[in-house]
């Protein structure tokens, strides 16, 4: 400090003029010391008065800084108490220590001091913005992050406010301490904002279409002068439903409507759960079915265009889930409303026929084909992979299936498949199917419509030939950007697609006997023997097999248990806990090896148990848990595996978790049940 003070004296004018008096007098004192005398003293004087005036200019500099300080301090005092904003400080456990008066007109109390300001507004809270700021590290430190900001939207006596804030180091002098921290919050009113943004989002147009599910049928099983009043039946009531909304509906085909209406109208649809849908099932006029709907509804942002698109794609999901349902898609987000009741048969050899000669020509184009089924693949997806399989060789096509590993479900298939010597490099693993791929090269996708539930679901990202069979009720994540879907909910089986399939691309097609057992044993697990989902188009495709030389023993055998799954499956009954009465839930235990048969297998037990209308059964391997869920009909487990992740059917459905142990998994289930009939009885 001294150094600064000695070189400011040396650098000013007038120091540099009292050096050079001091200079001379020095050369004057060596010339003739008592000249020098008089002016040394004239020098002290002079360097006295210096010192002394630059000490007085100083302390009026510091009173005129002290005086605007304190004014500056008076008037920021005066505007912060005046400011038309409401403003608050806070201690950083939220206790008021301050306030403007625009703050205290916001409430009724007459005291705001030393409350706690989330316990007068509910929907701000401090705790969570001041966890955030404070940190503690091992050494008992504060560490305080004064660059955090507060930013939250709250409502007071129904006046939107934008609350801002942040935290302020008042005293950084003293030591790092809370104490030395305060919280400034300003309340800014934007309810003419939020107001607007609300009548924009209310109003915004969305794009809606209505098909009836089984128009067909119906005009089939009635007669001819009673077909007008159904059709009539059904405009009137789609036409007062969507007056209710005071949209516009247009009639364009014979089982298709077109309809606009603004989003303020969608809640009253989904508080009454479309029930659009059960009043149409009321329609009687001598029809043995009743009349089904599904519908498809679509708001995007963007333009109507794009909302009309995304009414196409949730009208296709609700297709593919078996129809009598609704699916929004509102900017991404899908919700589903209905699906009560089970799907019926309603399939033509038109489209098979036509998804042969397609697939036939796809193949043609070719230069090889990979077949891919799901993870963890079961008898329906290497069924169904073998007839493809056939198909190809058939045209002259190598082929090769994806299949990384197999499991207890699969190997008795997989181990004839290798003895019999005919299948030489049928299956390939990831790695070598990435070898194979060229972009020429046809790649189907068999039982599964979900990318992620693929066997190798990077492979789909490298190529953009892609066919999908399969009959799961379709989701909302469907493998994007296929040549060719055959999707058909109402199929007991992906081997009953491609068996049907196999009919038309070659009438002197022959299939060897392994290929034919193994088509027919997809059908055989996916039906239960014939039992459940079974149509009229299930026993031809199974008629079809057995001309092709089906052993129906040597496919009994295939499903024959030794004594320990025997046994394993029997533990899982015995230990079965009933829910609801009427549902069961087990799990392996866990010295079980086959753990998807026995989960499999097991819920196919518990539901030959009187009084059992559903079954849920858990099993883990390593850090995955496995669920299958059965039902007799009256319990969709298809919804219920959804909300768990999985999917399926009505009656037969499953989801993998991952990262839980078994008993989270199990209270995650039982959480998801008891929503679902929580549910179910709300809507009666």
């Not at 002290?44 to 005036?53: A, E």
């Not at 989330?118 to 091992?138: A, C, F, M, P, V």
């Not at 006596?157 to 003293?174: A, E, F, M, Q, T």
């Not at 839930?585 to 030959?608: F, G, H, M, W, Y």
Request: net charge neutral.
């Amino acid at each position: 400090m001294y150094n600064k003070k000695f070189w400011k004296f040396f650098t000013s004018d007038s120091g540099f003029y009292l050096w050079v008096i001091f200079i001379l007098n020095g050369i004057i004192a060596v010339l003739d010391w008592r000249t020098a005398i008089p002016i040394f003293l004239i020098f002290i004087i002079l360097l006295y008065n210096y010192f002394r005036r630059i000490r007085h200019r100083q302390k009026e500099l510091t009173r005129y800084i002290e005086n605007l300080t304190y004014n500056i301090d008076t008037a920021t005092k005066d505007i912060m108490r005046k400011f038309p904003m409401p403003m608050a400080v806070l201690e950083l456990d939220g206790s008021i220590i301050w306030h403007n008066s625009s703050f205290k007109n916001i409430f009724t109390e007459k005291d705001l001091l030393e409350n706690i300001i989330y316990s007068i507004i509910k929907g701000l809270s401090t705790r969570e913005q001041k966890d955030k700021s404070l940190n503690i590290d091992k050494n008992k430190t504060l560490n305080i992050d004064e660059n955090m900001n507060i930013d939250k939207q709250i409502t007071i006596n129904n006046v939107h406010y934008r609350v801002l804030g942040s935290i302020v180091n008042y005293n950084k002098n003293k030591a790092n301490s809370k104490e030395n921290y305060i919280l400034l919050l300003y309340f800014i009113d934007n309810t003419e904002l939020v107001q607007l943004k609300s009548r924009y989002e209310q109003e915004k147009v969305g794009a809606g279409i209505i098909i009836i599910d089984n128009y067909d049928e119906l005009m089939q099983n009635v007669e001819d002068s009673v077909r007008p009043h159904i059709v009539a039946d059904i405009d009137k009531q789609v036409m007062q439903w969507i007056s209710a909304s005071q949209g516009i509906v247009k009639k364009i085909e014979r089982d298709r409507y077109l309809f606009i209406f603004m989003q303020k109208y969608l809640s009253a649809f989904e508080n009454k759960k479309f029930d659009i849908l059960d009043n149409v099932k009321e329609i009687s006029h001598g029809n043995k079915i009743p009349v089904t709907l599904s519908i498809g509804i679509g708001f995007n942002n963007n333009s109507l265009t794009d909302s009309l698109r995304d009414a196409e794609a949730s009208i296709d999901i609700a297709l593919g889930r078996g129809g009598d349902q609704a699916v929004i898609k509102n900017n991404g987000n899908f919700k589903f409303y209905g699906g009560k009741t089970r799907e019926t048969e309603k399939r033509t050899k038109v489209k098979a026929r036509v998804i042969a000669y397609a697939l036939k020509e796809l193949i043609n184009q070719s230069s090889n084909v990979l077949i891919m089924g799901h993870q963890n693949g079961d008898i329906d997806s290497l069924g169904a992979s073998l007839g493809v399989y056939r198909i190809a060789k058939n045209m002259g096509k190598e082929a090769n299936i994806i299949l990384h590993h197999t499991n207890s479900t699969i190997d008795a298939i997989v181990s004839r498949i290798e003895n019999s010597g005919n299948y030489s490099n049928l299956f390939a693993n990831r790695s070598e199917a990435l070898e194979k791929l060229n972009n020429k090269t046809l790649l189907i996708v068999v039982d599964t419509y979900r990318k992620s539930f693929t066997e190798f679901p990077e492979i789909l990202d490298r190529t953009d030939q892609v066919v999908v069979i399969d009959h799961h009720r379709k989701g909302t994540d469907f493998i994007q950007n296929t040549v060719l879907v055959y999707h058909e909910t109402y199929a007991s089986s992906t081997c009953e697609l491609v068996t049907e399939i196999l009919q038309y691309v070659d009438d002197k097609l022959k299939l060897n006997t392994l290929e034919a057992e193994a088509l027919y044993s997809g059908i055989i697990v996916d039906t239960k023997n014939f039992t459940y989902k079974t149509g009229v188009r299930t026993f031809e495709a199974a008629s079809y097999l057995r001309r092709q030389g089906v052993d129906t023993v040597a496919v009994r055998q295939l499903f024959q248990n030794d004594m320990q799954t025997y046994l394993n499956i029997s533990n899982v009954v015995r230990d079965a806990e009933i829910i609801n009465t009427n549902i069961a839930i087990s799990q392996c235990r866990p010295e079980v090896k086959n753990v998807q048969l026995i989960t499999a297998k097991a819920a196919d037990e518990l539901l030959s148990l009187a009084g059992i209308s559903a079954a849920f059964v858990l099993g883990q391997v390593n850090n995955e848990v496995f669920i299958s869920g059965r039902s007799l009909g009256d319990i969709n487990v298809q919804v219920i595996m959804e909300n768990l992740g999985g999917g399926g059917h009505f009656t037969v459905a499953g989801t993998k978790l991952q990262g839980i142990s078994i008993e989270q998994a199990k209270e995650k289930l039982k959480y998801v049940i008891i929503e679902y009939i929580k549910e179910r009885e709300k809507e009666g």
